[in-house]
């Protein structure tokens, strides 16, 4: 729900610049770095050099406009308590693009809302550790249907 800062809006600004240059191996590099934890760029080479074939083969307009809309978006933290339905938060525990701290934030703030924090993992939990992300998943639709 936080907007970006002004320095996080510069760092899109640059990463836009880095691509438009030519340069989108040097993002792509960079991005991934961020997204996963040290554990799966150690143990998941596939993994991370399957999400850096992703960004390399994606259009360099494709990204620069995602970057764009992440750095020009509202700060939606004031209504986030109005939400009503259950709502499952799921979080890498070395998540640097989105930290433990924002999640926790969420959970506070969202009436009826579950965290659940996956050890080992980054921003891609769900590729990092699927099995434990899926049971998550599972577990917690399995209780809202009751």
């Known amino acids: 729900c936080i907007a970006d800062s002004f320095e996080a809006k510069e760092k899109r ?20 770095a961020n ?47 109005q939400i009503e339905v259950p709502t499952l938060i799921i979080c890498g525990e070395q998540d640097i693009v989105t930290p433990v701290e924002q999640a926790e934030f969420l959970h506070d703030t969202i009436p009826n809302s579950q965290l659940k924090i996956i050890e080992n993992a ?7 550790k699927p099995d434990e992300f899926n049971m998550h998943i599972v577990e917690f639709l399995s209780g809202i249907a009751k």
Do not use: P, W, Y
Request: glycine content about 6%.
């Open 122 to 128: 980054g921003h891609m939990s769900n590729l990092e």
């Open 35 to 81: 997204i996963f934890s040290d554990e799966t760029k150690k143990t998941k080479g596939d993994v991370v050099e399957k999400i850096k074939r992703t960004i390399l083969s994606t259009r360099a307009e494709a990204v620069t406009a995602t970057l764009s809309v992440l750095a020009e978006r509202q700060d939606l933290c004031s209504s986030i308590s």
């Open 13 to 32: 600004k640059k990463a836009i610049s880095q691509i438009v240059a030519g340069k989108i191996n040097d993002f792509a590099l960079g991005f991934i």
